[in-house]
């Protein structure tokens, strides 16, 4: 009977220890916390870093306090909030990794939780101990590899209950697996679902081995499996293998591949000749085919980097066949007027006075040519600037994923999202140097590393260049040493209006002189001038110092040659504040975005966002246009009737087909878009496009929205062949090779979605799209002389130094037919980022007074859909391919370009000339070995600027 008593009273004590622990949680949590609980294991050769190293933020984790600290545990707090990105991560869904059920006895969840276990067993431990992962709650994720990872979702009870049973001794969880870190987290992006080819059958052979009895159950096994498919999905997530504008490759919930069209034109060139037909049976790439075959002797390389030479004398145009009519004359009277037309930014105009001065005799034909009004029909293939004052591309770099993250969030902030793309770029790529001349800026965080160089002849160049805690310093300014060394230290500065501004210093000061180790003077922190660049003398400004010791905070040089200006901070400008100083860090954090609004803009020249512009995005509503009876068969046919409306859920978007006064379910979203049948859009003319639409079923019938995410997803569902998408305005606009594309009002936006049976030709439907956009324009006879061309594989270019478009195709099997999805943007009336048609007739009109009339989005929409179907209805007949390509050699740039090419691994480049494309779309290089093919979505390339540099 004492027992009892005894029994209830440490039940009691039990619980009201775990109350409390909760209790202390709760203040932990509080504000911008993660708690970690982590075993220190004796004898360890170092103690667990404060926060997971599988965080993408755990360098800006500083220790808050201290809930409990043995030789054998810890609890701690720590701010910021701890991120972990599952992208890259394995789902849980299907019981994978441990084996569990779909089904949470924990409810309510709102605490997102990571833990991390041992790999090995812990063999003494009973069953009887061992706490099952799914009663703590819901599993979302995981990573193994020399732990195992799981990021699950719960709430305060379990994670109260399960903290107190971790500091009371081991902690056991299913097949005796020791938990050696629980931490919480803050989760982004979605996991893996692993149901790609190449991941199918690692995950079926774990689920198959998670139903075995325990006895036959070998973990060993089990684990080596568990790493195997966290390293496919790991390096799957890095890769770029998609399709003509990026994308990944993988497999949706109904065994439907998404994958690159020259993937098509590899498995088309199976069906066509493999006596195997199995789908298990891994596909002949189109290298191993030629290797295997024997096609022609020729080479084919998936990484090469090429520089082509521009002084080859463009061929004389050949007689062309026209698609529609087999017209077979050609204008004589093509005008190349790209080198008149003015820039349309407010961009200072940089032009490097250190290259080649022209001798008297070209300078004689250059002006002789301007005059003349017949000019060769091929663009001029002239080199271009190194620095182009009009591009949009913002290039970042760190060292450090967490510096780069924050300056790029920062930057877009700042920027005019309508002018510029923001590109995080890899060492390889900076080291690379394609992106000179093609970068508005560049800002680097922390080491530059072997691009230093590179760096420092951009800005020399004429470039902008904006170094954050960088030691990029030393190279543009070598004589500015360190005074003294701090490490991150919380410093107060003062630049311009802004004063007393709290921020973390970095560990270098500057120093005005090579000799000195302290500032003795006033006159040393007022550098003026660095002449040790030959040719080249630097201005050299300090913007803002710290408050305690006046060392320089901010320092600008500026090349008095070519105007390139450097901003150097010494300040953490790319860090919020409230990361490490909580709310005391709010002011400074404002002040920190109107010091980079500045930078940018008065200091850098860059085109940057109103301050009191507002950030809310308003998404509108969708309109379905085209035939009544038609729309309404597809709508029924897409979605069934469900009480009383007709939902469809395509990728994360869900579309709402609203009849007659039928009232949306929520407002339009990035995730929600209602569709209307029985009303037209006040902003897009059906009448002027329906007018000019001469299509069979590309383009009848279409969604518009004024304003949506992207028109790609629209099209990402099985919808049907010829349907569309257009939008005024894209929030989230993709380019080739992930790459964003910026989507402003005035450019042409329309996604198509084609539906065609597997054939040889299906690889050549993104070269006939870029067709189709060109003649879309040229086809009219009062725009046919303007010098819209096509630069491969899907770039649209007036002349050789501008692009008004670009084209994304991706292409998803079904057995035997391929639904390609086609994403076309093109500068119609938007004078930015580069320049628009309109623009260009405008200019025209202006100089050759005449009054041609601009063309409408609604009227190249229309024609573009014509077009491209009347190619690919050609593209599909007998002698078709012969013809097409006849059609776009004579809209291409690159006829007889001399080009080096260096392929990867090999040491000298081959020299060789471009001679076309092969029947699947790839470059044909001609060297004296023999041809060398070039795949369009295995390398980055910058023909324009001589070169193909691998993809990195």
């Not at 090579?514 to 007022?526: L, V, Y």
């Not at 379905?624 to 990728?651: A, M, N, T, Y």
Request: charged share 20%; with cysteine.
């Amino acid at each position: 009977m004492l027992f009892t008593p005894i029994y209830i009273a440490m039940t009691f004590i039990k619980t009201w220890r775990i109350r409390s622990f909760r209790a202390r949680l709760l203040e932990f949590l509080s504000g911008n916390t993660s708690v970690a609980f982590c075993k220190v294991p004796e004898n360890a050769a170092e103690t667990p870093t404060l926060s997971s190293k599988l965080c993408t933020n755990p360098k800006n984790a500083y220790l808050c306090d201290l809930l409990d600290y043995t030789n054998a545990s810890r609890i701690c707090s720590m701010k910021p909030t701890q991120r972990i990105d599952v992208s890259d991560w394995v789902s849980c869904a299907g019981g994978l990794p441990l084996g569990f059920s779909d089904m949470s006895p924990v409810t309510d969840v709102d605490i997102e939780v990571l833990f991390e276990c041992e790999m090995d067993p812990h063999e003494e431990s009973s069953y009887y101990d061992i706490i099952t992962l799914e009663s703590m709650g819901q599993p979302i994720a995981w990573k193994a590899g020399s732990h195992l990872a799981i990021v699950l979702k719960t709430n305060m009870e379990h994670l109260s209950l399960v903290g107190f049973n971790f500091v009371g001794g081991e902690f056991i969880i299913d097949h005796k697996l020791p938990v050696v870190r629980i931490q919480t987290v803050q989760l982004s992006g979605e996991p893996n679902k692993a149901t790609d080819l190449s991941m199918r059958g690692l995950r079926s052979d774990i689920q198959h081995g998670l139903k075995l009895p325990t006895q036959q159950f070998q973990w060993p096994i089990h684990a080596s499996l568990l790493r195997k498919l966290s390293k496919v999905v790991d390096i799957k997530s890095d890769r770029n293998i998609t399709v003509m504008n990026g994308g990944s490759e993988q497999v949706d919930t109904i065994g439907r591949k998404n994958v690159t069209l020259t993937d098509v034109s590899t498995i088309t060139t199976k069906s066509l000749s493999a006596d195997d037909d199995s789908p298990e049976t891994e596909p002949k790439t189109l290298e191993n085919t030629d290797k295997e075959d024997n096609l022609d002797a020729s080479l084919v390389v998936e990484n090469v980097t090429v520089e082509i030479q521009h002084n080859i004398t463009p061929k004389k145009s050949s007689l062309k066949l026209d698609l529609k009519k087999g017209t077979s004359h050609m204008s004589t009277s093509l005008l190349n007027i790209s080198s008149q037309i003015k820039s349309v930014t407010t961009h200072k105009r940089i032009v490097s006075t250190t290259g080649p001065k022209k001798t008297q005799e070209s300078t004689s034909q250059v002006k002789d040519t301007q005059k003349c009004t017949q000019v060769t029909p091929k663009s001029h293939k002239s080199s271009r600037p190194l620095v182009n004052t009009k591009s949009p591309n913002v290039l970042i770099y760190s060292d450090s994923v967490v510096a780069r993250d924050n300056l790029e969030a920062s930057l877009k902030k700042v920027l005019d999202c309508d002018r510029y793309t923001v590109y995080s770029v890899t060492r390889e790529a900076l080291c690379g140097g394609a992106w000179r001349g093609r970068a508005a800026l560049v800002a680097v965080a922390g080491c530059s590393g072997r691009a230093a160089p590179l760096l420092l002849a951009h800005l020399l160049d004429g470039g902008k260049l904006l170094a954050l805690c960088s030691d990029l310093l030393h190279t543009v300014l070598p004589h500015y040493k360190t005074a003294e060394i701090r490490e991150n230290e919380v410093v107060q500065f003062s630049y311009d209006k802004w004063h007393a501004v709290k921020m973390k210093h970095h560990i270098f000061c500057y120093q005005a002189s090579p000799a000195k180790k302290q500032f003795s003077t006033e006159s040393d922190r007022q550098p003026s001038k660095y002449t040790g660049h030959p040719g080249h003398e630097l201005d050299v400004q300090i913007l803002a110092s710290e408050e305690t010791w006046r060392t320089p905070s901010l320092l600008q040089a500026t090349d008095l040659t070519n105007h390139g200006v450097a901003i150097f901070s010494q300040i953490h400008l790319e860090s919020d504040p409230t990361d490490y100083l909580g709310e005391e860090g709010i002011r400074s954090n404002e002040a920190r975005l109107e010091i980079l609004h500045k930078i940018l803009g008065d200091v850098l020249g860059l085109h940057v966002k109103d301050p009191k512009e507002l950030v809310q995005i308003e998404y509108s509503r969708g309109f379905f246009l085209g035939d009544h009876v038609h729309k309404l068969s597809l709508v029924e046919g897409w979605c069934p009737l469900k009480e009383g409306k007709r939902s469809q859920k395509i990728g994360a978007l869900t579309l709402q087909w609203c009849m007659r006064n039928e009232h949306p379910a929520d407002q339009p979203s990035e995730t929600f878009l209602p569709v209307h049948l029985y009303e037209c859009p006040e902003n897009f003319s059906t009448v002027e496009y329906y007018d000019n639409l001469t299509s069979t079923c590309l383009g009848r019938v279409l969604v518009y929205a004024d304003v949506l995410t992207s028109t790609q997803h629209i099209i990402e569902g099985t919808l049907a062949h010829g349907v569309g998408a257009v939008a005024r305005r894209q929030i989230a606009g993709r380019g080739r090779g992930q790459n964003h594309w910026i989507s402003p009002n005035g450019q042409a936006i329309m996604s198509l979605q084609i539906w065609q049976k597997m054939s040889p030709t299906i690889p050549l439907i993104q070269h006939a799209t870029a067709l189709a956009v060109v003649r879309a324009i040229r086809s009219d006879p009062q725009y046919e002389h303007f010098d819209f061309r096509i630069k491969w594989p899907n770039d649209i270019y007036y002349g050789r130094n501008m692009k008004i478009g670009g084209i994304i195709t991706t292409a998803n099997c079904i057995g035997d037919d391929v639904i390609i999805n086609i994403g076309t943007g093109v500068n119609i009336s938007n004078s930015v980022p580069t320049i628009c048609v309109n623009d260009i007739i405008s200019e025209y009109n202006t100089r050759e007074r005449t009054s041609l009339a601009p063309l409408s989005i609604e009227k190249f929409l229309a024609r573009y859909c014509s077009q491209l179907e009347r190619i690919i209805d050609y593209l599909n007949s007998d002698g078709g391919v012969d013809a097409f390509l006849e059609q776009y050699y004579q809209y291409w740039l690159h006829d007889g370009e001399e080009i080096r090419v260096q392929t990867k691994g090999e040491g000298s480049p081959v020299s060789g000339t471009i001679s076309g494309l092969d029947e699947f779309g790839w470059l044909i290089v001609r060297t004296g070995d023999g041809d060398v093919r070039v795949q369009p979505d295995g390398n980055t390339f910058d023909i324009m600027s001589g070169l193909i540099a691998p993809k990195l």
